[in-house]
């Protein structure tokens, strides 16, 4: 970039660069706090994702860091294997981001049918608000979605001082009212403060009033020195990928972080005219920095919708707004790091309840409607799963249906003998895919064709036809050509690779191609 453009473009960057990094701020820590790690480790990876996947990216105005639609996935990960084992996973998921994104593989990981998507992402959503609401009562949260609803009442007792005595509810207040702030700030905000996130505004006041108030509730546990929250890979650990169990959870991780990347960055292309995605490149990057975070135990990172819109919202043009913004986090850490020691757990708990209601989007669910009720069905099943089951498992049942689905699509063949005007002369018309399946309907329907009748066969109202279904036809205008009858292929619309197999067919009485 010259010097006359960086001048130009420099003031607008930085100022896109402090709103994103004043929305970044709390969600990274939050976020940590919602997967069982330290709020350290999620600061580590949003300053990975600015510095490092910003300068790579190929979506330039798309701003990386920790997800929440990881969350779930990494506190499962942690609670099972343990902190170190998230280093080699997230190695091994990187890797696998990157191998795909130089593969030119990127486009593939957007094929995920939006209602396995939307629903991953409201069961998701509903398993972080059960799991935050007990940290927002200065708790801890259960291992599951159902042990945490089921938990409530006893961790909501305990927390009021009528019941169980304790001082949770001063917590809860804070979490809630963090809540409430945000949205309102969402309804209400002046047009002339659009940049100041509702997250941070929330934390901000929840915090100055447990400082006045001198609140006995848990308050944000960050290093002096970031170089301690830093757990480097240990050679020996990459041993453990060994195990079926990390190799499964590497694949995922690398998917689900991959198919939300790509989505986000599809969805900020359709907030600007600049410069398109590149999605294997972006692919890449998130490679590198899921990498360069299993190489430092920190959190998983994707393209996140909620930063990229604010830095769109902004006005940034170039990547420098997402790399700023991974400054100023680096800055902050190491200058001003008591500051965020003084943050309240359960104002952070309460963005994160916030953020999974949003995450369950009904107008997403009630849009799907309009292409069947089967992609509406999809979408529960695969959020119920996840609440009931686990994270991966839900998603395997929203690719199953969506698989029954086109299973079921290409194999409906409608068939259809029709008498023609003239004397003799039958149509049997065939509507959809006819594949092997459908022989038995097909031999059926032919089995009642009178003897000496010419019938004709259209294929342009197939969508595929294969090659059991064309010698089945072949076959049976040779056996009854001796009784008078003649079939006549209409090849028109037919597909390219079967021209020649239908070309084979004039001999006996079928109709030259002329696609």
Not at 110 to 138: E, K
Not at 201 to 230: F, M
Not at 458 to 467: A, G, Q, R, T
């Amino acid at each position: 970039m010259r010097a006359a453009q960086l001048k130009a473009v420099l003031p607008r960057e930085l100022l896109a660069s402090v709103v994103v990094f004043l929305v970044a701020l709390p969600l990274c820590m939050g976020i940590a706090i919602a997967s069982g790690m330290p709020p350290a480790k999620g600061l580590i990876t949003g300053i990975i994702g600015g510095l490092v996947v910003g300068w790579l990216a190929g979506s330039p105005l798309q701003v990386s860091g920790p997800a929440a639609g990881l969350a779930v996935l990494v506190f499962e990960l942690v609670r099972q294997h343990g902190m170190l084992m998230l280093g080699p996973i997230l190695l091994l998921a990187g890797f696998l981001q990157l191998v795909a994104g130089r593969l030119r593989l990127g486009c593939w990981f957007r094929v995920t049918a939006p209602a396995v998507v939307y629903g991953m992402l409201a069961g998701i959503g509903v398993l972080i608000v059960l799991s935050q609401i007990h940290v927002m009562l200065d708790g801890a949260p259960q291992p599951s979605g159902l042990a945490n609803l089921a938990g409530f009442p006893a961790a909501l007792g305990e927390a009021m001082p009528t019941l169980g005595g304790g001082l949770g509810w001063q917590a809860g207040l804070l979490g809630l009212s963090t809540m409430l702030v945000m949205y309102g700030w969402d309804k209400l905000r002046p047009q002339s403060l659009r940049f100041v996130p509702g997250a941070l505004l929330g934390v901000g006041l929840t915090t100055v009033v447990s400082l006045v108030l001198a609140l006995q509730v848990k308050r944000v546990q960050v290093p002096e020195n970031l170089a301690d929250a830093i757990d480097w890979l240990r050679p020996s650990d990459l041993l453990n990928l060994a195990d079926p169990q990390l190799l499964i959870a590497a694949f995922a991780v690398a998917f689900i972080a991959s198919a939300e990347t790509l989505l986000s960055a599809a969805a900020v292309d359709r907030m600007h005219s600049g410069q398109r995605s590149d999605f294997d490149k972006e692919l890449s990057a998130q490679g590198v920095g899921n990498m360069l975070c299993g190489l430092v135990g920190a959190l998983p990172m994707t393209g996140v919708i909620v930063r990229s819109s604010a830095n769109v919202q902004a006005g940034a043009t170039t990547r420098m707004s997402a790399m700023f913004h991974g400054l100023w986090l680096l800055a902050f850490v190491l200058l001003l790091s008591s500051v965020l020691q003084s943050i309240p757990v359960a104002s952070l708990a309460g963005v994160l309840v916030y953020t999974g209601i949003k995450l369950v989007d009904i107008k997403a669910f009630k849009a799907l409607g309009r292409y069947g009720r089967m992609p509406m069905f999809t979408y529960a099943a695969t959020a119920l799963a996840i609440i009931f089951t686990d994270l991966l498992t839900g998603v395997l049942v929203g690719f199953g249906l969506t698989l029954v689905k086109l299973a079921f699509k290409a194999s409906r063949l409608k068939v259809s003998l029709i008498d023609l005007p003239q004397e003799g002369e039958m149509e049997l018309r065939l509507t959809g895919a006819a594949t092997f399946l459908k022989v038995p309907v097909l031999t059926q329907v032919l089995s009642t064709v009178p003897a000496g009748t010419t019938v004709h066969v259209p294929l342009n109202n197939l969508s595929y036809i294969d090659h059991s279904c064309l010698e089945l036809l072949e076959e049976w205008g040779r056996a009854n050509a001796a009784k008078g009858s003649t079939l006549v292929i209409e090849a028109r619309g037919l597909k390219r690779r079967l021209e020649g197999r239908v070309r084979t067919t004039v001999g006996i009485g079928s109709a030259p191609s002329t696609t």
